[in-house]
Every structure is written in structure tokens, then in C-alpha cells.
């Protein structure tokens, strides 16, 4: 076996080494990435980066009893190696009565036409143009004084996984990116932001101009910040901000998370948690969708779902552990590296919109904070407790008033997803994704 070999043939010959040395049941993953990266500062190349790698990672049981073990040498010397370490780990590990593959009866036997490799590497050159134009865009802006610097990105990406259930599998996908980050103003009264886009396919992302204008006009905007005072208030979080309250809505229906009884919402099964009419909705097979896949770490096939139908939760995200440990079956939400165990996650998941615009959603709002920019991590996964600083812009009678910074917005998640409104503005972009929200009776902690 060599480095040649293609990731299929790798962890498929792993899994085929492990079970010879002893192990009862074995899985393997294996990537190969190849990247560019080109990072241009101040109308200058600053850094052309391209690479290449492999890596492996080999799961082995004795009985209930698992290791696992990762590499990025695919020589077969190393790989011997590698299997006698994990079986041996494995004989010397704690039982965990969880523990195991995939039934071999709910394995993934179709594939689906996701459309993710577009097997499109572009000349370096090509990648320089962009940094630069979307650098130049962004310094463009009146009001920018400096730049942080602007990067374009491409990576492809082959990943495999076998099983001695039977499973095996793989597919490969691209992705393109191109990002900025500006300031504007000067001295101590200076403010920064960005912009990025992603895409599957390089063809499917904006112009980088248009990223680039998008990142001078947010930092320029925010110059001249305000204090306000404390109280509560409606908030409305922009579709930043709103994608992070997605993120801790999955952290918080995530199968280890309610089986460890460690969740705020891990009695919330069948209850309401958000308003009537909100829908949050997910789909492993969108065509061309950021984290669409095949197939889940454990050879499971995913499907489209409701994770929220009409305010109610209709789900968990398990693996094939957690799964059995609550006396369920598994969903199809493990994700997978090459080291460390399963773990279950959402592919592509997106906020349902509304029918109001973000005018219309602050359009009675008498005092309030349109919140742009979260900072820190102040939120409590078991009483689902909110605590973060943030920076914004203050609303008053209806509208934007003028930026504000230095605030700390607090809640708890359970009033904050029972009280959110989205806007119909959503846009699909990062494989997290929502529109803007409103959440009224939030408190806004300034001076």
C-alpha cells in the first residue's frame, strides 16, 4: 500500500489489517486534501501557500471495548504500525456497552447526485486577481483607512470511509472562498470588519468587488459609536448573528448533550420550543450545499427533515452511540476527521423566513439594538443561559439611529427561541443559515 493508493483503497485496506490482527469490527476514514491559499495586503502579495495531504484514521473494537488512532503516513510500514497500536489500545480500554458499528441493515445504498465536485483548480494567478480585486473594493470605500488584508481560497478534498459491516464509500468535493476585513477612521476611534463567500463551485461565487464593497461599507458604518443605557428591549440580530443562534439550538438537541442530561431543551422533545408557524429545516443532499454529503461517518444515509416543524422539535441529532444510549435509532448526523470518535452534527441547515422584511420587523419598535457583531462565548448549554458583548446599531421609532458598541445582550435560549420572528431575507451561504430575527424582551446591558 502506498501513498498512491486512493483514500478508498486506504481505509478499506485498514479495516481489512485491523480485523486480521484481532479486532472484532473495525471503521476507517481516510482524506486526501489538496488547497491553495493566496492572502493580499495593502495591494501587495503577502502570502501563495498550495499543499497536498493525506490522513487516516482507524477505529477498532474487542468486544465492547474501542480504540482509536490517526496518521498522515500511508506507508505500509507505518500502517502495521498503526493497526497493533490500535488493537492493543483497544484490549486495554474500558467496556462502554455502546459501543459498536452500524447495524449493517441501515447503511447508506444509494448515491445521491450532489453536484460537489467541480475538479476546478485555478491558476495561482487567477487567485491573485481576486485577492486583489476584492482588496481594492473594500479600500475603495470612503472611510477606509487600512486593510487586514483580503485572501482567496480553493480546496479540494476525497473522503472515504469502510467498514467491516460492509459500508464503503466515498466522494470528493470542492470548495472556493474569497474573504476581507477593512478598517475605517483613525486613531482609537478606528472600526474593523469583513465579508466572506464560499461556494462549491468557484463559478457560483459573487464578484469580488462585490464581497469587497460589501466589507469597506460594514466597517465604515460603524464609526462613531454610542453608549446606551440599559434595559429590555427588542433585539434584532442580523443573519450573522441569527446563524450562531442555530449553532447552540443544534448543540443543544445533540445526542450525547441530551443523554449526558446536559441540554437545556433535553426535555423538549415533542414541545414547543420556538413560536408557531417557525420552522427549522435541514437537508444532507442539497445540490451543491456547503456541507452536503452522500453518506454520514458511520455509512448512514441522511434525508431531508424538520428539525422544528411549526415551533415544535421533532428530533435529535444521534450517532450510532448516542442513539443507543437514549433507545433510538440513529439519524444520520455523525461527522467524522481522522482522529477521534463520531460525533453527530447537522449538514445543511437553515432558519425557515418569514413574510416581513428586517424594516418591517423593526418598523414599531420604539427603542431597540440591531446587533451586528457578537463577542465571546457566554452561553450556558445546561440552563441555556445568553450572555454575550455585541456591538450594533440602536433603533429608534423604527429605524437605524446611529452605531453602538460595548453592550452585552443576555437572555436565556428558551425565551429567546420561544419569542423569535424571522425576516424573509434568507440567504443560503454558509451551511448554517438564517434571516434576520427579531427577539423582543432581551436586555441590553450598556452603560
Same mark, same amino acid.
Given at each position: 500500500m502506498t501513498g498512491a493508493a486512493s483514500p478508498l483503497d486506504l481505509a478499506a485496506g485498514l479495516v481489512e489489517r485491523a480485523v486480521g490482527a484481532g479486532a472484532d469490527a473495525a471503521d476507517a476514514t481516510a482524506f486526501r486534501d489538496t488547497a491553495l491559499a493566496v492572502t493580499w495586503r495593502l495591494g501587495a502579495l503577502e502570502e501563495l501557500e498550495r499543499s497536498e495531504s493525506t490522513a487516516m484514521g482507524l477505529r477498532v473494537f474487542v468486544g465492547r471495548r474501542q480504540a482509536a488512532v490517526s496518521t498522515t503516513d500511508p506507508l505500509d510500514g507505518s500502517l502495521a504500525e498503526l493497526v497493533e497500536r490500535a488493537v492493543a489500545m483497544a484490549r486495554t480500554a474500558p467496556e462502554d456497552e455502546f459501543a459498536g458499528?452500524?447495524?449493517?441493515?441501515?447503511?447508506?445504498?444509494?448515491?445521491?447526485?450532489?453536484?460537489?465536485?467541480?475538479?476546478?483548480?485555478?491558476?495561482?494567478?487567477?487567485?491573485?486577481?481576486?485577492?486583489?480585486?476584492?482588496?481594492?473594493?473594500?479600500?475603495?470605500?470612503?472611510?477606509?483607512?487600512?486593510?487586514?488584508?483580503?485572501?482567496?481560497?480553493? @480546496?479540494?478534498?476525497?473522503?472515504?470511509?469502510?467498514?467491516?459491516?460492509?459500508? /464503503?464509500?466515498?466522494?470528493?468535493?470542492?470548495?472556493?472562498?474569497?474573504?476581507?476585513?477593512v478598517l475605517a477612521?483613525?486613531?482609537?476611534?478606528?472600526?474593523?470588519?469583513?465579508?466572506? @463567500?464560499?461556494?462549491?463551485?468557484?463559478?457560483?461565487?459573487?464578484?469580488?468587488?462585490e464581497v469587497g464593497g460589501e466589507a469597506?461599507?460594514?466597517?465604515?458604518?460603524?464609526?462613531?459609536? @454610542?453608549?446606551?443605557?440599559?434595559?429590555?428591549? #427588542?433585539v434584532v440580530f442580523d443573519d450573522r448573528g441569527a446563524r450562531g443562534l442555530l449553532g447552540h439550538l443544534a448543540a443543544a438537541i445533540s445526542g450525547p448533550?441530551?443523554?449526558?442530561?446536559?441540554?437545556?431543551?433535553?426535555?423538549?422533545?415533542? /414541545?414547543?420550543?420556538?413560536? #408557531?408557524?417557525?420552522?427549522?429545516?435541514?437537508?444532507?443532499? @442539497?445540490?451543491?450545499?456547503?456541507?452536503?454529503? #452522500?453518506?454520514?461517518?458511520?455509512?448512514?444515509?441522511?434525508?431531508?427533515?424538520?428539525?422544528?416543524?411549526?415551533?415544535?422539535?421533532?428530533?435529535?441529532?444521534?450517532?450510532?452511540?448516542?442513539?443507543? /444510549?437514549?433507545?433510538?435509532?440513529?439519524?444520520? =448526523?455523525?461527522?467524522?476527521g481522522a482522529s477521534g470518535q463520531p460525533s453527530p452534527g447537522p449538514a445543511n441547515l437553515w432558519l425557515e423566513p418569514g413574510d416581513a422584511s428586517p424594516e418591517a420587523l423593526m418598523a414599531d419598535i420604539a427603542e431597540g439594538f440591531y446587533c451586528t457583531d457578537l463577542i465571546g462565548f457566554g452561553v450556558n448549554g445546561v440552563t441555556g443561559d445568553y450572555s454575550r458583548g455585541a456591538s450594533g446599531f440602536r433603533i429608534r421609532n423604527g429605524r437605524i439611529a446611529?452605531?453602538?458598541?460595548?453592550?452585552?445582550?443576555?437572555?436565556?435560549?428558551?425565551?429567546?427561541?420561544?419569542?423569535?420572528?424571522?425576516?424573509?431575507?434568507?440567504?443560503?451561504?454558509?451551511?448554517?443559515?438564517?434571516? =434576520?430575527?427579531?427577539i423582543d424582551g432581551m436586555t441590553v446591558a450598556g452603560r
Open positions: 458499528l452500524a447495524d449493517g441493515a441501515l447503511l447508506a445504498t444509494e448515491t445521491p447526485e450532489l453536484d460537489l465536485d467541480a475538479d476546478d483548480e485555478p491558476a495561482p494567478g487567477r487567485m491573485l486577481a481576486m485577492a486583489a480585486e476584492a482588496e481594492d473594493a473594500a479600500r475603495s470605500i470612503e472611510g477606509v483607512t487600512n486593510s487586514e488584508g483580503a485572501s482567496a481560497s480553493w @480546496r479540494r478534498a476525497v473522503s472515504a470511509l469502510a467498514a467491516s459491516n460492509g459500508f /464503503q464509500g466515498s466522494y470528493a468535493g470542492t470548495s472556493a472562498g474569497v474573504s476581507v476585513s477612521g483613525e486613531g482609537l476611534g478606528m472600526e474593523r470588519d469583513g465579508e466572506y @463567500r464560499t461556494a462549491r463551485h468557484m463559478a457560483d461565487l459573487p464578484p469580488p468587488a469597506g461599507r460594514r466597517a465604515v458604518r460603524k464609526l462613531n459609536p @454610542r453608549k446606551v443605557e440599559t434595559g429590555r428591549m #427588542p448533550a441530551v443523554a449526558r442530561g446536559t441540554s437545556f431543551l433535553k426535555d423538549g422533545m415533542g /414541545q414547543a420550543v420556538f413560536a #408557531p408557524g417557525v420552522a427549522v429545516r435541514e437537508d444532507p443532499h @442539497r445540490r451543491r450545499g456547503p456541507r452536503s454529503r #452522500p453518506f454520514d461517518g458511520e455509512g448512514l444515509p441522511g434525508r431531508a427533515r424538520a428539525l422544528i416543524d411549526d415551533g415544535v422539535l421533532t428530533t435529535w441529532l444521534l450517532d450510532c452511540r448516542s442513539a443507543r /444510549q437514549l433507545g433510538l435509532e440513529p439519524t444520520g =448526523h455523525a461527522t467524522r446611529h452605531p453602538v458598541n460595548e453592550v452585552t445582550v443576555a437572555g436565556n435560549l428558551k425565551d429567546m427561541f420561544a419569542n423569535l420572528a424571522p425576516a424573509d431575507d434568507l440567504r443560503f451561504l454558509s451551511g448554517v443559515d438564517a434571516p =434576520h430575527v427579531r
